[in-house]
């Protein structure tokens, strides 16, 4: 473990798995508190057990980020067990279809709405809004794709539009409140 992120809290949605979880481990490895978030509770424990194996300290929040109030619920967490929200990463998405867009189903295309935007949408709003408040402010990291701005492939049309969605997002808040302390950082750029 190293200091970098020493009493600063991470709040990671999507952090039972992948990159989530990497994401959570990479945190917790530089000493921040992290506040592991998603929709099913078993993998967030398993988290939760690495990072405090390691020697970390972690807390798991059941939250489905298509949900304002289970964002908000794991913003309150962070705070109330740590003290503050000092980074986020917004790391929850899906992929449905893998089929031509003519045959997507309103079920898939909402699904991928509700999670890969309107859920970095309602973490953003309830992240921003809690950094506002502290001195130091915050950074958040959502995470995207190469989908969407830059890459094309067939069946993955849906998915690449909320991925570009995200990098939208993600720029028009880094420049709507970084005024208030609030920076939006590049996944790369975090760990600088």
Same mark, same amino acid.
Request: hydrophobic letters at 45%; a neutral charge; charged letters at 20%.
């Given at each position: 473990?190293?200091?970098?992120?020493?009493?600063?809290?991470?709040?990671?949605?999507?952090?039972?798995?992948?990159? #989530?979880? *990497?994401? =959570?481990?990479?945190?917790?490895?530089?000493? &921040?508190?992290? %506040?592991? !978030? +998603?929709?099913?509770?078993?993998?967030?424990?398993?988290?939760?057990?690495?990072?405090?194996?390691?020697? #970390?300290? *972690?807390? =798991?929040?059941?939250?489905?980020?298509?949900? &304002?109030?289970? %964002?908000? !619920? +794991?913003?309150?967490?962070?705070?109330?067990?740590?003290?503050?929200?000092?980074?986020?990463?917004?790391?929850?998405?899906?992929?449905?279809?893998?089929?031509?867009?003519?045959?997507?189903?309103?079920?898939?295309?909402?699904?991928?709405?509700?999670?890969?935007?309107?859920?970095?949408?309602?973490?953003?709003?309830?992240?921003?809004?809690?950094?506002?408040?502290?001195?130091?402010?915050?950074?958040?990291?959502?995470?995207?794709?190469?989908?969407?701005?830059?890459?094309?492939?067939?069946?993955?049309?849906?998915?690449?539009?909320?991925?570009?969605?995200?990098?939208?997002?993600?720029?028009?808040?880094?420049?709507?409140?970084?005024?208030?302390?609030?920076?939006?950082?590049?996944?790369?750029?975090?760990?600088?």
């Amino acid at each position: 473990m190293t200091s970098r992120f020493t009493d600063r809290t991470a709040l990671v949605t999507g952090a039972g798995s992948g990159i #989530g979880r *990497a994401v =959570a481990l990479a945190l917790a490895a530089e000493g &921040a508190h992290v %506040v592991a !978030a +998603g929709r099913r509770p078993e993998p967030l424990e398993e988290t939760v057990a690495l990072i405090e194996r390691a020697g #970390g300290k *972690a807390l =798991a929040v059941t939250a489905d980020v298509s949900r &304002a109030p289970d %964002v908000q !619920a +794991g913003v309150d967490a962070a705070v109330s067990h740590f003290g503050s929200l000092d980074v986020a990463v917004n790391n929850a998405g899906v992929f449905r279809g893998g089929q031509p867009l003519a045959e997507l189903t309103d079920d898939d295309w909402r699904s991928q709405l509700d999670i890969n935007v309107t859920g970095v949408f309602h973490a953003l709003r309830a992240e921003i809004r809690q950094m506002r408040t502290q001195p130091a402010g915050g950074a958040i990291v959502n995470i995207s794709s190469t989908f969407g701005p830059h890459k094309r492939t067939p069946g993955a049309t849906a998915y690449a539009a909320t991925k570009a969605a995200v990098s939208a997002l993600t720029r028009g808040a880094a420049l709507d409140h970084i005024a208030e302390g609030v920076v939006n950082r590049s996944p790369s750029r975090l760990f600088d």
